[in-house]
């Protein structure tokens, strides 16, 4: 086990490298509230925030229910001379689903209902036992970095602004009325934006490793709990 | 010390250690994946560029069907005010002709600048990564990369706008509208303009900088 301040040039214990310009820095643990930033290029090391990890948990459930809505209710509707259309989300997707097009239904309704909720559900996985105060769940390591890496592929809040694009555009061709599935999807943006800025990923793995994942003993244990 | 300096800076790469990108943990340089987070290890080297040529060149490859093929097809009255095939470019001017210019320029922005300038801004971080370079230099690199990797995914919007369009303008004889291939190549590139991205390396945005200073010599 690690005491703070100390490392060995060696072997990288006790130092933290920028994942950005791989700078080297001694490992620190950090106050919530406080933030650390490589020296070099000024990227964001590290920024605990205090119970961000319940709060986090709130903001995934949340989008998850306003997903639900999103989904089963009626998203758009339009009408002229007596002719009208309604679409759910569903049926945006499937406006692709014409012969060469298919699989962008797919890679869409991946990209706007699938990565999201799979997003909450792995960040839920992994950090229900950490607000605990108890050992991680089996696999909680792929889990998080899974959910690391299709954070850019997670587009619900793109889709949104594409939305507000695309209504500008039919505004002059016929009446637009919004369904409740469009404003539950503008609050998934909100929390989505709230949930992203508690996440520091360096501060997650830097709670999975103290609450006793299997390591080889090089991690930093605060004081209160060693 | 927690403002950026100019002061040169040890590396993980030259301590002859192995920095993880994905979680920050520092290992022996013969580590090959990371215990913490179990990500792939991998030396700040110029083999990386290798991925990021490969997926712009398929991205660039996607992005001239999109430009060339029908983004959307519209027709009114059931044919009768007739079937148009709009491009890219094509239904920018379209929006223009129709006084939409706040649409226009972002359609314009998101298609065809946005794409554009991210060809050219991989392709430049591609060719100076690992040349020498001044600290300056090699801030304005890390944030032009920032910058290609936010904006990015931003670029899909115009793919949902077709989506949406086609979605709900289904008015039977009065308007409808149908998306045309373009969709897919211009969704197909930008999911590899994304991984071109991706696949760069910003540590060898540093790795052209001097060991020492000047300032350290005399």
Redesign the interface.
Known sequence: MQTEGEYD?????G??????????HVERELEPGETA??????TL?ASPRAGAFTRIIALSFTSLVLMVGAVFFPF?E?S??G???Q?SLF??????S?G??M??TV??LG??VGLPVLRALLLVYTLLPLSRNRAPYAHA??A??LS?ALR??S?AE??V???A??L???A???NISLGPAFWAFCGLIVVNAASNAFTS??TI?DA??DAGMA??GREIVPESRA | ?????DAP?????R??????????????ETETIC?????ALVS?DRRCLNAVWAWLAAGFVFYIPANLFPMLKTSTFGGLRGNSEATILGGVVE?MH?G?Y??AA??FLASIVVPIGKFIAISWLALVAGRPATVRA??KR?HLYEVV?FI???S????????????????????SI??G?A??SF?LSVAFT?LSA?SFD??L??RGLPLRSRKDHE
């Open positions: 040039l060696t072997t990288g214990a130092l933290i490298a920028c994942p950005r310009c791989d700078a080297l930033r490589c020296v070099r290029c000024n090391l758009l339009i002229r001379m002719f009208g259309n679409s049926g945006v997707a499937l406006a692709f014409h060469a097009l699989p962008l890679a869409v990209m706007i390591v792929p998080f970095r690391e850019p592929w587009m793109i889709f602004i594409g939305t694009i695309a500008v555009k039919v002059g061709l016929a990923a360096t793995w999975i490793e390591t080889d | 010390m927690n403002a950026p300096s800076v040890l590396t993980a790469h301590a002859g250690l192995a920095g993880c990108r994905g979680c920050g943990r520092v290992w022996p215990s913490r987070c179990g990500g700040p929006l129709y939409n706040g649409v972002i359609v090699a801030h890390l990797e990015g995914r931003w899909m919007i115009d793919v949902f706008i077709v989506a949406i369009l086609s979605a709900l303008v289904q008015l039977g004889f009065v308007a149908h998306p291939p969709a897919v969704a994304m991706q910003p540590r945005i540093w």
